[in-house]
T-cell receptor, first 113, second 114 residues
Framework: QQQVKQSPQSLIVQKGGISIINCAYENTAFDYFPWYQQFPGKGPALLIAIRPDVSEKKEGRFTISFNKSAKQFSLHIMDSQPGDSATYFCAASWNTNAGKSTFGDGTTLTVKP | DTEVTQTPKHLVMGMTNKKSLKCEQHMGHRAMYWYKQKAKKPPELMFVYSYEKLSINESVPSRFSPECPNSSLLNLHLHALQPEDSALYLC?????????????FGNGTRLTVT
């Protein structure tokens, strides 16, 4: 049973465009939702994270939108750059138990110059 | 550079070999993890150590044997692996019992079993 569903599997965006990646979760006990960015040959790195008591969080060009009633959250990358080309994983966990994170299947983003 | 250091970066081993992967962190995190990642897939949890004690084993075959010598080090001992065990092995760490504590990953060991 997949507890976090991520879409799309791959995404191609022109430079300067908006990239949107969506995730849906099932377990209402989840209360911490990080996004990880992974470049080829590297480990995943935390990009941005949100808790369900907040509907939106913005850090630079990256924004998480959270809809608790729909059990959905999304990552928006504004003014997408070729350097943003990477694989993005959404995840969900219990707040104090990061290790039991459930990951989405990942989205490979390609930003064309 | 990542604050979680993994060695070696690449490893090729035969099915009869014994090798070890090493991981080190100096962030004071008391939880450490081993993940396995196949190409184009998310990380898959293998083991969790909390305060140097094994707390989670996700039904991993016994040919993988973890060890946590102290709060900064984590090893993964490999023996009699199969070709399907070829993957990127990621170490991660996090705080324990702290709000909003994400996983901090190393850059992994790329393992090829021949």
């Amino acid at each position: 049973q997949q507890q976090v569903k991520q879409s799309p599997q791959s995404l191609i965006v022109q430079k300067g465009g908006i990239s949107i990646i969506n995730c849906a979760y099932e377990n209402t006990a989840f209360d911490y939702f990080p996004w990880y960015q992974q470049f080829p040959g590297k480990g995943p790195a935390l990009l941005i994270a949100i808790r369900p008591d907040v509907s939106e969080k913005k850090e630079g060009r990256f924004t998480i939108s959270f809809n608790k009633s729909a059990k959905q959250f999304s990552l928006h990358i504004m003014d997408s750059q070729p350097g943003d080309s990477a694989t993005y994983f959404c995840a969900a966990s219990w707040n104090t138990n990061a290790g039991k994170s459930t990951f989405g299947d990942g989205t490979t983003l390609t930003v064309k110059p | 550079d990542t604050e979680v250091t993994q060695t070696p970066k690449h490893l090729v081993m035969g099915m009869t070999n014994k090798k070890s992967l090493k991981c080190e962190q100096h962030m004071g995190h008391r939880a450490m993890y081993w993940y396995k990642q196949k190409a184009k897939k998310p990380p898959e949890l293998m083991f969790v150590y909390s305060y140097e004690k094994l707390s989670i084993n996700e039904s991993v075959p016994s040919r993988f044997s973890p060890e946590c010598p102290n709060s900064s080090l984590l090893n993964l001992h490999l023996h009699a692996l199969q070709p399907e065990d070829s993957a990127l092995y990621l170490c991660a760490s996090s705080q324990v019992g702290t709000a909003n504590s994400p996983l901090h990953f190393g850059n992994g060991t790329r393992l090829t079993v021949t």
